[in-house]
């Protein structure tokens, strides 16, 4: 994998850097492939209790890196249609995909510039911490695009599809108070606490009740176009195997001592 995304891990948090920093970590063709090669490994990793996307420097992500993408200007509108769709195809809609597949849950940290597939790749994940100096803005109207990376899936479900066309129809720019009130994010905090609050979330989901955080985005995520026979159905059956583990037995235990449960996932 090379190195314009990052994937580590320690103490069994997985960190996902996007990592052209000097690029405010926009998407260059060559990171699209590897950020497909960084989920898929992601996706196979043992023992990753949370999961954390962020941008190396002082961005999260101002979009697609436009300087690349006009390396295909010297192609005809047909062979540029058919090379953008397989582009998108092969490793953005896979690597979208895979992120969330995840039953881990899925953190933003968010700094800086957050545009076009930056603020999609936000919007896909479970929570989203951003600093006061964030500047968000959907991006892709103004380059003569709509959208890509899920944005018109989770944008509506967000803020709502009078709102979710505003946002890609005119392309503004909104701080991060804005996004606060849009419900984008769900913290903001001063850009100086932006690792310390987001360390100190990481380790409350981790001594949470993994299996049932798991169930969590597997319900919220069918729910949407679920009948409410199917979902009530849906959720008999997360509760049944969450009620099977061992942090249930904490859980219930725990509140009848009247102390804090001590989850281990089992």
């Known amino acids: 994998m090379a190195n314009t995304v990052l994937l580590e891990v320690t103490n069994r948090v997985a960190t996902l850097t996007l990592n052209r920093p000097a690029q405010l970590n926009?998407?260059?063709?060559?990171?699209?492939?590897?950020?497909?090669v960084a989920v898929r490994k992601l996706r196979d990793l043992k023992d990753v209790d949370?999961?954390?996307i962020t941008g190396a420097g002082d961005h999260f992500m101002a979009g697609g890196d436009l300087k690349d993408f006009a390396t295909q200007f010297h192609l005809g509108?047909?062979?540029?249609?058919?090379?953008?769709?397989?582009?998108?195809?092969?490793?953005?809609?896979?690597?979208?995909?895979?992120?969330?597949?995840?039953?881990?849950?899925?953190?933003?940290?968010?700094?800086?510039?957050?545009?076009?597939?930056?603020?999609?790749?936000?919007l896909?994940?479970?929570?989203?911490?951003?600093a006061d100096n964030a500047k968000f803005t959907t991006a892709y109207s103004s380059i003569g695009l709509p959208a890509d990376g899920g944005m018109s899936y989770f944008l509506p479900r967000v803020v709502g599809s009078r709102k979710a066309m505003e946002l890609l129809l005119?392309?503004?720019?909104?701080?991060?108070a804005e996004a606060l009130r849009l419900c984008l994010v769900n913290r903001v905090v001063a850009a100086a606490d932006l690792d310390t609050e987001t360390a100190t979330l990481v380790s409350r989901l981790q001594n949470g009740p993994r299996h049932a955080y798991g169930e969590v985005k597997r319900l919220l995520a069918s729910s949407?176009?679920?009948?409410?026979?199917?979902?009530?159905?849906?959720?008999?059956?997360?509760?049944?195997?969450?009620?099977?583990?061992?942090?249930?037995?904490?859980?219930?235990?725990?509140f009848l001592e009247k102390r804090k449960p001590g989850f281990r996932g089992a």
């Open 224 to 254: 949407s176009d679920a009948r409410i026979e199917s979902q009530l159905q849906s959720e008999a059956e997360a509760f049944a195997r969450c009620s099977a583990t061992g942090d249930f037995v904490e859980g219930i235990t725990a």
């Open 124 to 130: 896909g994940c479970d929570l989203a911490l951003c």
């Open 77 to 122: 509108p047909e062979a540029r249609k058919v090379t953008f769709r397989a582009i998108v195809e092969k490793h953005v809609n896979p690597a979208v995909e895979i992120l969330q597949s995840l039953q881990q849950p899925v953190i933003a940290k968010v700094r800086g510039a957050c545009a076009g597939f930056g603020m999609s790749l936000m």
């Open 26 to 36: 926009a998407l260059s063709m060559e990171m699209m492939e590897d950020l497909l």
């Open 170 to 176: 005119l392309a503004e720019r909104f701080d991060a």
């Open 50 to 52: 949370i999961v954390v």
